[in-house]
């Protein structure tokens, strides 16, 4: 029995064109799954590994559906072997099945995390040559200057709460706290 396994990272993606593919490869049960690759929290991946028994056929469509770092795809494939349980990626054109299949699996999975580890590097150069010329990175702050200037000012009086002056200035005590001195109001002068 084939039974294909479905993964995105986000519940804004869908797994139509990977389902399509398992169910055109034969496979009769498809698991899904619609979060990150590299958590171990995937209850239908696990749903899966469970249900295969010896003689059937793990079938994803891609190595990283399966796992994002090369530790985890050995992990789980060699215990789908242990099992007599055999492996396929469709586009990756793997198959476990024989020496070749198995050769070409660890190729791929190292191949796979060297492409994953020269992005991260890549990204982390990016975001260093963009702090060298100045350059902020992240969200934008959900509170201006005058805003946080004005609350300063209101926080100075000891008869108003962060919690008020976050309610009047409408943004949440939570992100008032974050922008406040470490400390909250005592760090305040005069506080």
Request: positive net charge.
């Amino acid at each position: 029995m084939r039974i294909g396994y479905a993964r995105v990272s986000t519940v804004d993606q869908n797994t139509d064109m990977q389902i399509d593919a398992l169910k055109a490869d034969g496979c009769e049960t498809i698991y899904t799954d619609k979060r990150s690759g590299s958590t171990q929290d995937r209850p239908e991946l696990m749903a899966a590994l469970k249900a295969l028994r010896q003689g059937d056929t793990l079938v994803v469509w891609k190595l990283d559906r399966l796992a994002r770092n090369l530790d985890d795809l050995r992990s789980i494939v060699r215990d789908l072997e242990a099992r007599g349980i055999e492996f396929r990626s469709i586009r990756d054109q793997i198959d476990t099945g024989g020496a070749a299949g198995r050769l070409i699996f660890n190729l791929f999975a190292s191949l796979a995390e060297f492409e994953r580890d020269m992005i991260r590097e890549r990204t982390m150069a990016g975001l260093a040559a963009a702090r060298a010329r100045g350059k902020k990175g992240g969200r934008p702050s959900k509170v201006s200057t005058k805003s946080l200037n004005q609350a300063r000012t209101l926080l100075s009086d000891e008869a108003n709460t962060v919690e008020d002056v976050a309610k009047r200035l409408g943004i949440a005590a939570s992100t008032l706290y974050r922008h406040l001195p470490k400390g909250g109001r005592s760090a305040l002068p005069g506080g």
